[in-house]
């Protein structure tokens, strides 16, 4: 989509910034936001459309395309609780496996959290964690920064 007008620039950015509220007013989501070089988006969006039908679930995506970044919606609508916190969570892990194998990161502007704790190995070696929970305990040898977040 492009725009060519003020009008134009303003009617898109207002159907931007309602996506997500939409989405979310629609059903619960399990949001993921993706980067990958932006050559690579065709393929990564086609992955989660594939990784989609397996897992039984729908997605709506939108982002910051310009640099790569992707928000992955996953939409509970039709999936049982059970199915909810299991077979999505496997299917997460997939579309961050292949975010990673096509030159990409786990999180864009929005940080890795407790949320994506468990899929860090997925980008990361054991070598750069064991790193990373070096430092924390340089800086924060009694544990009581962010206790039981990401280290």
Request: hydrophobic share 40%; charged share 25%; with cysteine.
């Amino acid at each position: 989509l492009f725009a060519d007008t003020d009008a134009q620039k303003a009617e898109l950015w207002k159907i931007r910034k309602n996506i997500s509220p939409a989405v979310n007013w629609y059903t619960l989501t399990k949001s993921d936001d993706v980067v990958v070089p932006r050559g690579n988006l065709p393929k990564l969006i086609n992955g989660i459309k594939e990784i989609g039908k397996r897992y039984n679930f729908n997605t709506v995506c939108f982002g910051h395309l310009g640099d790569g970044n992707l928000h992955v919606n996953i939409l509970k609508e039709g999936l049982s609780e059970e199915y909810w916190n299991t077979k999505v969570n496997e299917g997460i892990g997939e579309i961050f496996k292949l975010t990673v194998s096509l030159g990409g990161t786990l999180s864009g502007e929005h940080g890795i959290g407790i949320a994506k704790r468990p899929y860090m190995s997925i980008a990361m070696s054991e070598v750069n964690l064991n790193l990373m929970r070096g430092i924390k305990k340089v800086f924060d040898p009694n544990g009581i920064l962010n206790p039981g977040k990401i280290f």
